[in-house]
Nanobody
Framework: VQLQASGGGLVQAGGSLRLSCAAS????????MGWFRQAPGEERELVAG????????YYTDSVKGRFTISRDNAKNTVSLVMNSLKPEDTAVYYC???????????????WGQGTLVTVSS
């Protein structure tokens, strides 16, 4: 299984970024997909999750209303659009895949390599 995240970079506070993750080696449409982040010195946290068909989503409280997760099962991709970015959003962002149906659990089966998002004040 490979999960290749891209789209990170440096952005000013208030700006936007779109992260993308290309998946291969798994039956993509059968997996819950999620985005995690880990800031320096912090634990990794689940930011957003989306179910198989894209009809249900989960967001951690700190990003609700600013981030949007979506998926394209035809292209085996999952995206995270991040608006109104804040310096505290600075972290390495990882996409991940898990079997099952729970969107809010941090227990995932497969992980990508991460992409760095830096938000300057």
């Amino acid at each position: 299984v490979q999960l290749q995240a891209s789209g990170g970079g440096l952005v000013q506070a208030g700006g936007s970024l779109r992260l993308s993750c290309a998946a291969s080696g798994l039956s993509f449409s059968r997996y819950v997909m999620g985005w995690f982040r880990q800031a320096p010195g912090e634990e990794r946290e689940l930011v957003a999750g989306i179910n198989w068909g894209g009809s249900r989503t989960y967001y951690t409280d700190s990003v609700k209303g600013r981030f949007t997760i979506s998926r394209d099962n035809a292209k085996n991709t999952v995206s995270l659009v991040m608006n109104s970015l804040k310096p505290e959003d600075t972290a390495v962002y990882y996409c991940a895949a898990r079997s099952g149906t729970d969107l809010g659990t941090p227990k995932y089966d497969y992980w990508g390599q991460g992409t760095l998002v830096t938000v300057s004040s």
